[in-house]
């Protein structure tokens, strides 16, 4: 078996982008938060998130509520409403159990 520095090139298979591509969304609306992480909306203004200040997010209207995605990930439901939001939290995915993982 070799060890790894045997098997170590050193050369970058994927070079240093500085500029990343923009994420191309489809369907829904896209709007860039502001420089706080709000989302400009039909004349109203609500928070999504501070640390996507000034990214753009993909704005789905269903069932009076605001589901507000980044990139892959839905990240906040606003009601529009009330103006009351929640931001989507993931579950730790579960374990299987051995008795599941033998039905598989």
């Not at 896209?30 to 998130?49: A, I």
């Not at 009330?82 to 931001?87: D, M």
């Amino acid at each position: 078996m070799k060890t790894p520095s045997e098997v170590y090139t050193g050369e970058n298979l994927r070079p240093y982008q500085e500029q990343v591509e923009e994420w191309e969304y489809t369907g829904g609306h896209v709007r860039r938060l502001n420089t706080q992480g709000m989302l400009n909306w039909r004349g109203s203004r609500y928070f999504v998130c501070e640390a996507l200040a000034g990214e753009r997010v993909r704005v789905d209207e269903l069932d009076e509520k605001l589901v507000v995605t980044y990139r892959h990930q839905t990240i906040r439901e606003i009601e529009l409403g009330t103006g009351r939001s929640r931001a989507v939290r993931l579950r730790p995915a579960r374990s299987k159990t051995a008795s599941e993982a033998a039905q598989v």
